[in-house]
């Protein structure tokens, strides 16, 4: 039997999304029993978590995680992973900028292949970004320099929120990340530099509905997390030991 996987989907005011992206996953996926969608919300005002309850009650394979007076990306993509029961685990957006089309390879590649980790990529030869603003561009370049230079990774899209990974890596690294800001697969891979990478390529589509995350407030978090993961990472090489 093939190994069961969990997509994580972290939610705040995407009411107008999650329906659409919860029927692209299944179509992709097909009527087969071997995976489960857990949609993390936190409490969205919109009430996008009442559209994914009527969902779960059509569809068994959809749980609801509703997180009251906790709010962050990344912290809701770790309660995803411990509230799964996956062997595989992925993370993908609700507001539907990530092609579903490349989910069964980034799942296979996992799954089937040996990778630690598969990624989603814009920035491997086939991947690229549609109708997108020059300042979230900029933004998104700016911070994966940053990171590819201060982090000494070889990732080439670190900023992707879309992957899929084998549980035992995120079981590696739980006991030392500690989840904030928006950009999680950084720190995962920052942390347990895992040994088999597969970047795939797929065209990154902005937002259609509701309203971009990105603010100076993100971007001033982002910071202080790659200043906590190069810490993170200098003392780890000092004492000689990995995650």
Same mark, same amino acid.
């Given at each position: ?25 299944? *179509? %992709?996926?097909?009527? +087969?029993?071997?995976? /489960? !969608?857990?949609?993390? #919300?936190?409490? $969205? ?97 700016? *911070? %994966?320099?940053?990171? +590819?230079?201060?982090? /000494? !990774?070889?990732?080439? #899209?670190?900023? $992707? ?83």
């Amino acid at each position: 039997m093939a190994k069961v996987f969990s997509l994580i989907v972290p939610t705040y005011n995407e009411r107008d999304n999650i329906g659409p992206l919860l029927d692209q996953v299944r *179509a %992709t996926l097909g009527p +087969r029993d071997d995976f /489960e !969608i857990i949609v993390v #919300d936190d409490d $969205s005002p919109d009430l996008t978590w009442s559209v994914v309850e009527d969902c779960a009650s059509a569809d068994g394979r959809i749980t609801l995680v509703r997180r009251r007076g906790e709010k962050g990306l990344s912290s809701a993509v770790i309660a995803g992973f411990n509230a799964s029961k996956g062997a595989v685990l992925g993370v993908m957006d609700a507001d539907l900028s990530h092609d579903c089309r490349i989910l069964p390879e980034l799942i296979s590649a996992v799954r089937d292949e040996g990778f630690d980790l598969a990624v989603g990529s814009r920035r491997v030869p086939g991947g690229g970004a549609d109708r997108w603003p020059w300042y979230r561009k900029a933004f998104s370049s700016a *911070a %994966t320099i940053a990171a +590819r230079r201060l982090l /000494e !990774i070889g990732l080439r #899209d670190p900023m $992707s929120g879309y992957f899929v990974l084998d549980r035992d890596l995120f079981e590696r690294v739980k006991p030392v990340i500690n989840p904030r800001g928006y950009k999680i697969l950084l720190e995962i891979y920052a942390l347990s530099h895992p040994a088999r990478v597969k970047e795939i390529p797929f065209v990154f589509k902005d937002r259609r509905q509701g309203v971009s995350k990105l603010s100076v407030n993100v971007a001033f978090e982002y910071l202080r997390m790659l200043r906590e993961l190069r810490g993170k990472r200098k003392r780890r090489n000092q004492a000689g030991d990995s995650v």
